[in-house]
């Protein structure tokens, strides 16, 4: 089992940036392929960003290629995503979600297949 918690959500303007991080406690992070998704109001939960347990392979979703970059500190048991050329919309609760994986390698994308979730972190990107 793990515990993920968010931070570093927050107001920013539109053209800056923000760092967003994920605590993971109880067992280690790098058994887990860890993922971003996020949820603007009154719409469905979207993903972001997903990366593997090795921190090794990575993928995007659309809406973010080229301004946002997810990475991973196993040793601190930590997962990042920073938010680049941020657009008003961006504005959502940002969620961070672990899945258990056997390869090292696997990323994965579809929010169904995580086990575990974070509780959210807000991020409103003003004009």
């Known amino acids: 089992q793990v515990q993920l918690v968010e931070s570093g959500g927050g107001l920013a303007q539109a053209g800056g940036s923000l760092r967003l991080s994920c605590a993971a406690s109880?067992?280690?992070?790098?058994?887990?392929?860890m993922g971003w998704f996020r949820q603007a109001p009154g719409k469905e939960r979207e993903f972001v960003a997903c990366i593997s347990r090795s921190g090794g392979t990575t993928k995007y979703g659309d809406s973010v290629k080229g301004r946002f970059t997810i990475s991973r500190d196993n040793a601190k048991n930590t997962l990042y995503l920073q938010k680049n050329s941020l657009q008003v919309e961006d504005t959502a609760d940002y969620y961070c979600?672990?899945?258990?994986?056997?390869?090292?390698?696997?990323?994965?994308?579809?929010?169904?297949?995580?086990?575990?979730w974070g509780q959210g972190t807000q991020v409103t990107v003003s004009s």
């Open positions: 979600a672990a899945a258990r994986t056997a390869v090292t390698q696997v990323i994965v994308e579809a929010e169904s297949s995580y086990d575990y």
């Open positions: 109880g067992r280690t992070s790098s058994s887990y392929a």
